[in-house]
């Protein structure tokens, strides 16, 4: 190349040319589709999450508190919503990238005037906005949607016996689901014992199962069982759920507390036994067994009145060995009642002994005594040898009592109970007949039932039949003998204000052919147990005993939980409930913060 | 008999690359020792990286050079990629090696517009700089950023190449190879450029290796080092390109060797649109929160526009990055090199040679 003092020269032609240089503001440059500007927060989307704020390398979110929010949330979500410092952003993205929601994005905005320093700091909401520009689907979020695959055995397998069908995360996909949490905490809310879910979840991504356990018995002393057969009320709260699958939190439990031996399990120090307040809690169900290991841990050792053989109430009796065998809810049980506490089985309150003699010698008595009888619909001949309750239905499969299976059989109710009902019946059938034939009958369409959307799945994929939108108006006998039911046509389930109030269309008539029914549209409360002082307890008017905080009824020295308290009747529901109503009996009598 | 002076000059001043100042003792036109004072513009970025998760660190790794970040996103995740043992798909390769190289370009279109400035030509640095912002609206359209782009993750890049990214890649590249017609005929050919640069500063290769320099110093001075080429990283294996060098050591040739590897990176770039793979760019195999990163310790080290860039990395298998060192390319450049470089020269050359070596202060006080 060689240097010449003429050849800048030619650089002079460049005057002819178009500047590069755009005059702004007449002239607006073109942004680019993905730029980074100014955020964009939709506030339908949001929930409140705090993933942004965790994220930000350099603290410019701020989670902050929206008054007229407040109380209109769902559960799963919070009344904040993010306010940025634009004096601190540096707009690198993470915030969008990060948000499980994808309420969050970028704008192709970034100019802003200000006089104030303050006014540079906002929430951030769809005032200011141009065009949506850095946005984060699915592949491009940080989050991983996908859940990992629990093992299970397949439909033709499970049906043949009532071994567990959900065989447990090895070692490394439980490591790997515990690494796709957040750690948001929308879940503790959702849970109805407020378990410490993020913390035990991290316990467990780094190999801690011990301390995952110790975690986890800070709320809840049912690890095995939870782990098995929860409503799991914070997978649905769960952030990643809004857009994919959520966190296999309920899985992650089991796997944790099937991993850790009964010894390894947290050893409280008992230091101190109190001969008073003395405590009477009828039922060793879930309710009453939390109340039990809560209080025992605690110093006070209480007596347990049980009318079965056993303990774990509708735990052993109520829920079907394929979901939650012996073994498994024995080793919860085991480690509640080496605390020491009492129980007398085969004793029924009302009949071996009587309230009032409760009431006179103990301080306080706990009622959690669950809803065991069974709600019946009341169609003519009910009472037929071959038509069974849910209630008496379960206990016997539990128990390992002979059941003459039917070659057809009905299953009455769209709830989790019709659900364990029905696979029940055809594992039985299987084992009888090698062949299963069973229906389940709602009033609700499919979309309606109120079971679980994997309960209905699983159901299904075991061949179970589903005949929705029908009511059983009578069955049809044979003599004596029950060949069918005869039903109509339900028109709507609920009424506008989505009460229960189902509509009939009665011309619309068909029959069903079946040789068994069992009805499973509820339970009730043997309230009769408690015989006068029934009349003294206040209800509220969904038919529940009305508790104060402290968890006791309108009389005096006499608590309630579990199911006859809680409007949401699942195991954990109970198992808060017991547990509170131990640690309210520890701060009004013992006077200090109950150890969990 | 001429007294000594003392001359401070910087940190702020036209002639001086970014914030750092020098002391200059001189006895009349000839330097007869030059004490390079940095540390102006330290930001403590190690060591506020053991404090962010390694996810936030993204954000922060591309201040540590302002021309040239993106190599401090390579290298960064690069060493997460090595400790943790994962692999990066081919395609994320790909891009980042695109990325890699449309930045050294941006970095070297600056650098010229900076020679242009210390010798007084001073439509250079109005065209560089023009022309520098195409390649910044590129970026713009594949990362969202124009300066700091926070665009590559461990295990791949954070985007897909948006649509007719590619074409929009080889349009600019055109231009810029058309341009550089017009560039040699303004500086590189000019007669007042070579004359103020020839024989000015020369440094031999014997020197270069004893002073530990890198990337075109080294290269200028003869020696034919090229981590691209003897290391490969990123996809670097997989497309052709030669490592250039010049014999003479002198700012004309240190010049020359960047003006020469432009073309070098075009080529590289074309290679790498003609050659971009289908498949995932990103392999997540961490949650942000929680990464997994076993113990370890790991050197990495790629070719930037100043030189060999590395980063030691030590991980303690917790969230956060037990300490990161960043070994910046211009730390010996601007420390020994340079001292090297000004023995004997004159005064008005200082900024001249200082701007040859192409030094940057913000990756000198990390």
Redesign the interface.
Known sequence: MSANLLRPIKSIEQIFRKPHTIRFPEEKKEISPRYRGFHITEWEKCIGCGNCRDICPVNAINMEVIPRLKGKVEIGENPERPAIDYGRCCFCGLCVDICPTSAMSLSQDFIMVEPELNDFYFISDEKRIDKKSWVANEEESLVDFKRKKMPVLSPAKRVKSFEEMVLGFPENIAIAEANRCLECGECVDACPAHMDIPEYIRAISKGDNKESVRIMYRTNPFLMTCGRICTHNCETACAVEKRGEPVAIRWLKRYAADNVDIKDYPDYKVEKIYKKPKVAIIGAGPAGLSAAFYLSINGIIPTIYERHSKAGGMLRYGVPPYRLSDKELDKDINYILSYGAKIKYNTVVGEDIKIEWLLKHFDVVYIAIGLQAARWLRFPNYRHKNIYSAVDFLEKVNTGKKIKIGKEVLVIGGGNVAMDVARSAVRLQHMEYGKSNVKILSLEAMDELPALEEEVEEAIEEKVKFIPRRSVIEPILEGKKLIGVKTVKVTSVFDEKGRFAPKLDKSDVKEYKCDMIIQAIGQMCPFHCLEDIKDKIKMTPQRKVEVKDSYETSVKHLYAGGDIVNTRMDAVSAIATGRDFAFSIVKKYLKREPVR | MHRNFEYYIGPNHPGIAGNFSIKVEANGDTVLNVEPEFGYLHRAFEKLMED??Y??????VPRICVPDPDINEYCYCSAIERIAKKEVPERARFIRTLVLELSRIAAYLSYFGGIGGTIG?Y?APQWSV??R?YIL?LF??????RV?H?YM?PGGV??DL?EGFEEKVLKVMDYIEERFK?Y???????????KRTKGVGILTKEKAIELGATGPVLRASGYSYDVRKDNPYAAYNKVDFNVITAEDGDTYSRIMVRRREIEESIKIVRQVIDKMPEGEYKN?W?????F?IPEGRVYVKIESSKGEYGYYFVSNGSDKPYRVNVRGASFPHIVTVFKELTKGARIEDIALILFSIDACPPEVDR
Do not use: S, W
Request: a negative charge; glycine letters at 8%.
């Open positions: 962010n998760l996810i936030q660190n993204i954000a922060m030509l439509t023009g022309d912002d609206d713009e359209d594949l990362t969202g950023g700091y926070i993750v954070r985007r948006p017009e040699d005929d303004l500086i590189f050919g000019n007669k007042v450029f070579e997540q961490y949650n942000p929160f929680k997994d």
